[in-house]
């Protein structure tokens, strides 16, 4: 299984959210899933925010692009190709003022490409082209933001990602939710990374039966 594994926390050593991926990953090993992962790290590598040039470009038919638009293209091009050949999307992430990280949006802007991750029908319909990859998302969040509770409503990061990844195809992603992190006491941390794990674990066995099934 190749595993595409995007991380977008500013955090390094002290992140959960990448501490939660890696330990995704190393659950999927465990269930005997041959995992070839292909990681970004968009803090480091991150992907050029929407331009004129870019806009433009994009939105010309491959046919009629110059040499320049494709080059504003280039590497917009070999993220999708990456998206494409995975078989599985690990998102991991912090929440960061109620949605996602800036550098995990612009990775949005540059792989929600019309005629490629996405075709437009004659009858207004859009076609997402990324239906076949599994895909989890990995959040953490400082406050509790789960249904019930008083912070329930300012949640703009889930149903963001379900309506970005939605319309390039990602159908039911399975999100998994680590909360409350910062602002609460060592105890309830510690819950909640716990229930993450748990999660966590419970997706890479399902994961893990699915990919015995398909071979």
């Not at 046919?63 to 995975?86: G, N, P, V």
């Not at 540059?110 to 989890?136: C, E, F, H, M, W």
């Not at 992190?181 to 419970?202: I, V």
Request: glycine share 4%; hydrophobic share 45%; proline share 5%.
């Amino acid at each position: 299984m190749k595993v595409m594994h995007v991380d977008s926390s500013a955090k390094r050593e002290t992140s959960n959210s990448r501490a939660l991926a890696r330990h995704f990953i190393d659950e999927l090993r465990a269930q005997g899933v041959d995992v070839e992962v292909d990681y970004l790290d968009l803090t480091v590598n991150t992907p050029r925010h929407v331009d004129e040039a870019f806009a433009i470009a994009t939105y010309r038919p491959a046919e009629e692009r110059t040499a320049e638009m494709k080059i504003t293209l280039a590497a917009s091009d070999a993220l999708c190709k990456r998206l494409f050949e995975a078989d599985a999307f690990v998102f991991a992430m912090p929440m960061y003022n109620w949605s996602m990280p800036s550098v995990f949006k612009a990775f949005v802007d540059s792989v929600t490409r019309p005629g490629l991750t996405y075709l437009a029908q004659p009858d207004g319909r859009i076609v997402g082209q990324l239906n076949r990859q599994k895909t989890l998302f990995i959040t953490t969040r400082g406050a509790d933001l789960r249904p019930g509770g008083m912070f329930a409503s300012m949640d703009a990061l889930t149903p963001a990602l379900k309506a970005a990844f939605g319309f390039i195809g990602v159908a039911e992603p399975t999100f998994v939710d680590a909360q409350p992190l910062q602002f609460s006491d060592q105890e309830a941390r510690a819950a909640a990374l716990a229930r993450a794990k748990t999660e966590l674990s419970e997706v890479a066995v399902q994961w893990a039966v699915h990919e015995t099934v398909a071979a």
